[in-house]
């Protein structure tokens, strides 16, 4: 190559296999452009101008961007299935396993504290006498609660 990029960046990490085949490559070196035109055409719907258009650096990241999106497409579609097959077959009345789960949302300290403060006060004011009420007739012994001071 006339260029030099780390090869971390654009080696496959998944497709190519481990060892060469030295047969095909003494092949296919008279006729290497013609295949990766090939692979960009079939792969990326290329015109012949779009694949000229492209420096071999532009070439090789293409090519380990497919790499990659390829193995998260078939990655993503193993998981779905798989959470298809477990969904399907769960026990009765167990609840449904979401496919992708929601990322938390920070939470906003001074909106906590201020709700920390009403529910104090709150307590505080009121008399909760009934909570213990319902905790004795239904023969239970009352939680102890640790006070959260510091949100």
């Known amino acids: 190559m006339p ?23 003494k092949l296919a070196k008279d006729y290497q452009k013609e295949i990766d035109f090939a692979f960009f ?4 719907n290329y015109t012949k101008e779009d694949y000229l258009d492209l ?26 299935v798989l959470n298809a097959v477990n969904n399907a077959m ?3 009345n167990k609840k449904f396993v979401d ?11 001074e909106l906590a504290r201020n709700n920390l403060k009403i529910v104090q006060k709150l307590e505080k004011d009121n008399d ?6 319902i905790y004795k007739a239904n023969g239970m012994k009352k939680p102890q609660r640790k006070e959260v001071n510091n949100v």
Request: cysteine-free; overall charge positive; hydrophobic content about 35%.
């Open 99 to 109: 496919l992708w789960k929601k990322k938390q949302k920070k939470l906003d300290k």
């Open 41 to 44: 055409v079939t792969n990326f």
């Open 90 to 92: 769960r026990k009765k």
């Open 3 to 25: 260029f030099f990029i780390p090869s971390q960046l654009v080696e496959f990490e998944y497709l190519g296999g481990g060892e060469r085949d030295l047969e095909y490559e």
């Open 55 to 80: 420096t071999p650096k532009e070439k090789m990241f293409i090519m380990k961007a497919w790499e990659t999106k390829l193995v998260s497409d078939s990655t993503h579609m193993r998981n779905a």
């Open 128 to 133: 909760k006498s009934w909570v213990e009420k």
